[in-house]
């Protein structure tokens, strides 16, 4: 005969990184023995049917004022993305347009992201640049999905000279060396360190004792 269930159910025990099935049997004596899960799987927490487009709530940077190839950060709030993964960008696209002094542009895309502090489920949606020219910059950000599009006001900052001394390139006079780009050479420092490279602590040591790169 077959086996008739009152209820199966699922549960958290430990923000997601654990869960649990509770059954229950109609009749204790009707079926005793081991349980075999077959498949599992998770399902989303799906958007309302025809939901509206997702909306940046509010822009919010890092300084007014960050040195040439500093981080410049934007935390972006949105709303109407409750449902949609955030790591995929078919269904939500956070980009911004970054427009220099002279008028060229850089298109660069955001991310969520949870710090280690931040509760399951409660990150932040940021957009990181590193301007290369002095001046003020203006930029424009943008969130999507198949539902639509919106845009924020344009806002500003300034780049102004700093201590960076720009992007690494293989140097043009002999490509067997690296140099920056206002044409400081490059002298590597470092050995190969391949496992738990996302450490903090591993960088702040490299930083104290004068490593500049990983391999």
């Given at each position: ?52 487009a997702p ?38 696209n956070l ?9 060229g542009t ?110």
């Amino acid at each position: 005969g077959g086996v008739g269930f009152v209820s199966v159910r699922s549960f958290v025990l430990a923000d997601a990184d654990e869960w649990g099935v509770e059954v229950i049997w109609g009749d204790a004596n009707e079926r005793m023995g081991p349980v075999l899960i077959d498949t599992v799987c998770q399902l989303p927490i799906l958007p309302p049917t025809n939901p509206p487009a997702p909306a940046i709530t509010g822009v919010a940077p890092s300084a007014g004022s960050v040195g040439a190839y500093e981080k410049f950060e934007l935390t972006i709030g949105l709303t109407n993305v409750v449902g949609f993964n955030p790591f995929d960008p078919t269904e939500i696209n956070l980009e911004a347009t970054f427009t220099s002094p002279t008028g060229g542009t850089w298109n660069m895309y955001g991310f969520y992201m949870e710090d280690p502090a931040d509760a399951f489920g409660e990150g932040d949606w940021r957009i990181r640049f590193a301007p290369d020219t002095t001046g003020t910059w203006s930029y424009v950000v943008r969130v999507s999905n198949s539902y639509g599009t919106n845009s924020s006001s344009t806002s500003t900052f300034s780049c102004v000279t700093g201590s960076r001394h720009g992007w690494l390139r293989v140097a043009g006079e002999d490509p067997h060396y690296f140099r920056q780009d206002d044409g400081t050479p490059f002298i590597g420092i470092g050995y190969c360190h391949c496992w738990d490279a996302d450490d903090e602590g591993l960088f702040a040591n490299c930083a104290e004792n004068g490593i500049n790169m990983l391999l």
